[in-house]
């Protein structure tokens, strides 16, 4: 009995010896088929590497969940878990939208052997780095890794896909601001741009400011504006007529702003009903600084044609804010030319809104007897510290001018105003001899009264 057990194990032994080379050849026809298939990249985690015992696995990636626009790095496992060693093992990722390269680092990584099982050198963990897309979606995208023997891909080839999980968040900044200096007293289109940065459309959005103790404020309007959608990269502009005290003290002023909308990723919490719960609004303030001060306004009016023959114009500082350091020139024109020896410009100071004063030039016109317009330029500091420079123009009729006539007149004058003044003196002379007068008239008849009274006294005593 025990010897028929025994030639029935020996006759199962060769049958099996028969058998494995047709089952080999299979394989490799399996093994040829299989890594066509890999090459055409039609399916995924097919390849003969699982035949041959030959595991892939994604241990971590970092950041999880990754933003669009950052930089992942992920670590795989590769593993041998057959009977044979695997040499020449190489991993390639090929990185498909919204996965791409990244300049100095490796996408394809040679890890040499990969021993049989139970040894030590049977797995080795491989780092890569990729970027993300800036402008994608949140959700869930495919990333491919090939394993194959490098130099012979029929030997062993494995292919397969991992799910990597992009975070989409909305996000939005005040990109701009239209104004940066105020007039006091003056209306201004103040525009704020609202840009979407994120990677998800801003849905109802609202923005407001204030300024610090309400200096600045809304002109027929509130300061709230309503926008409905912002598209990824879009700019939106919130608009406003603003005005500010005349009497508001120059500097800077602080102005706060607030931007709030649905946080589109809180939204997607569903309730068992299947409904949205909770309606998450994203805030976002910021600051920003506007001067208020600045530049001023001018008027420039001829008053007088003095007895010498010069020109003499008030300057009005007619604006909302003083003006450091005033100059006034005459810059070179066809109609009138400064008088050689003269100078052009005349230095005024200082001039504090509402303040003005006066200058003179020698001028002389190209025509007589006619209103030629006449160029002024004014330069002044603003009260921000900024040299500004204003032009202004007037008519002014140029007459003619005898200095003999006007010595002749002036010598008259003279005569006059010497006669006048020794005429004042006599009637004032005159005025002080009759109050001297009248003084000792008065003395006169005190003592008089008193001498009376003194004889009477002594006459009364002779009687008694």
């Known amino acids: 009995?025990?010897?028929?057990?025994?030639?029935?194990?020996?006759?199962?032994?060769?049958?099996?010896?028969?058998?494995?080379?047709?089952?080999?050849?299979?394989?490799?026809?399996?093994?040829?088929?299989?890594?066509?298939?890999?090459?055409?990249?039609?399916?995924?985690?097919?390849?003969?590497?699982?035949?041959?015992?030959?595991?892939?696995?994604?241990?971590?990636?970092?950041?999880?969940?990754?933003?669009?626009?950052?930089?992942?790095?992920?670590?795989?496992?590769?593993?041998?878990?057959?009977?044979?060693?695997?040499?020449?093992?190489?991993?390639?990722?090929?990185?498909?939208?919204?996965?791409?390269?990244?300049?100095?680092?490796?996408?394809?990584?040679?890890?040499?052997?990969?021993?049989?099982?139970?040894e030590d050198n049977?797995?080795?963990?491989?780092?890569?780095?990729?970027?993300?897309?800036?402008?994608?979606?949140?959700?869930?995208?495919?990333?491919?890794?090939?394993?194959y023997a490098d130099g012979n891909k029929n030997r062993f080839s494995l292919t397969k896909d991992f799910d990597i999980e992009i975070d989409s968040e909305s996000n939005a900044e005040i990109e701009y601001i239209s104004v940066e200096k105020m007039v006091p007293g003056q209306k201004t289109d103040l525009v704020f741009g609202i840009k979407n940065v994120g990677n998800s459309p801003l849905k109802n959005a609202m923005f407001s400011w204030e300024s610090t103790n309400d200096v600045i404020l809304p002109v027929g309007s509130s300061n709230v504006k309503h926008i409905n959608l912002i598209d990824i990269g879009d700019t939106e502009n919130a608009s406003f007529e603003v005005l500010?005290?005349?009497?508001?003290?120059?500097?800077?002023?602080?102005?706060?702003?607030?931007?709030?909308?649905?946080?589109?990723?809180?939204?997607?919490?569903?309730?068992?009903?299947?409904?949205?719960?909770?309606?998450?609004?994203?805030?976002?303030?910021?600051?920003?600084?506007?001067?208020?001060?600045?530049?001023?306004?001018?008027?420039?009016?001829?008053?007088?044609?003095?007895?010498?023959?010069?020109?003499?114009?008030?300057?009005?500082?007619?604006?909302?804010?003083?003006?450091?350091?005033?100059?006034?020139?005459?810059?070179?024109?066809?109609?009138?030319?400064?008088?050689?020896?003269?100078?052009?410009?005349?230095?005024?100071?200082?001039?504090?809104?509402?303040?003005?004063?006066?200058?003179?030039?020698?001028?002389?016109?190209?025509?007589?007897?006619?209103?030629?317009?006449?160029?002024f330029e004014i330069s002044y500091t603003s009260n921000d510290g900024i040299r500004q420079v204003e032009e202004i123009e007037l008519s002014l009729y140029s007459s003619t001018f005898t200095p003999s006539t006007e010595a002749g007149i002036s010598k008259e004058g003279n005569s006059s105003s010497l006669a006048y003044k020794a005429g004042f003196a006599m009637l004032v002379f005159v005025a002080c001899g009759a109050v001297i007068y009248k003084k000792r008239q008065k003395k006169l008849k005190m003592e008089s009264a008193q001498e009376n009274e003194l004889n009477e006294m002594k006459a009364e005593d002779r009687d008694k």
């Open 1 to 118: 009995m025990g010897f028929k057990l025994t030639g029935f194990i020996c006759l199962l032994l060769l049958l099996a010896s028969c058998v494995q080379p047709v089952l080999a050849e299979d394989s490799s026809e399996t093994d040829s088929s299989e890594t066509e298939s890999t090459e055409d990249e039609s399916t995924s985690n097919i390849g003969s590497g699982l035949d041959k015992g030959l595991t892939l696995d994604l241990l971590n990636q970092d950041p999880d969940p990754v933003k669009p626009g950052d930089v992942l790095e992920i670590r795989l496992s590769i593993q041998n878990t057959g009977y044979e060693d695997l040499d020449n093992c190489v991993l390639e990722i090929k990185p498909e939208y919204p996965f791409k390269a990244i300049a100095g680092e490796k996408l394809v990584q040679n890890i040499g052997t990969l021993g049989k099982r139970y």
């Open 122 to 147: 049977r797995q080795k963990v491989v780092k890569f780095k990729l970027g993300l897309d800036n402008n994608i979606n949140e959700g869930k995208y495919p990333l491919k890794v090939y394993v």
């Open 244 to 375: 500010t005290n005349v009497n508001t003290k120059p500097g800077l002023y602080k102005l706060n702003m607030v931007l709030t909308y649905d946080d589109v990723e809180e939204l997607q919490t569903i309730t068992e009903a299947g409904t949205v719960e909770n309606q998450k609004r994203k805030e976002i303030k910021s600051k920003a600084g506007i001067y208020i001060g600045g530049t001023t306004d001018f008027d420039v009016a001829f008053m007088e044609r003095s007895q010498t023959g010069a020109y003499t114009f008030s300057i009005s500082n007619i604006g909302n804010n003083a003006a450091n350091s005033v100059k006034i020139s005459i810059p070179q024109q066809a109609n009138w030319t400064v008088a050689d020896g003269s100078s052009n410009s005349v230095v005024l100071g200082n001039l504090q809104k509402g303040d003005y004063t006066t200058a003179d030039f020698n001028l002389k016109p190209a025509k007589i007897g006619e209103d030629l317009p006449i160029k």
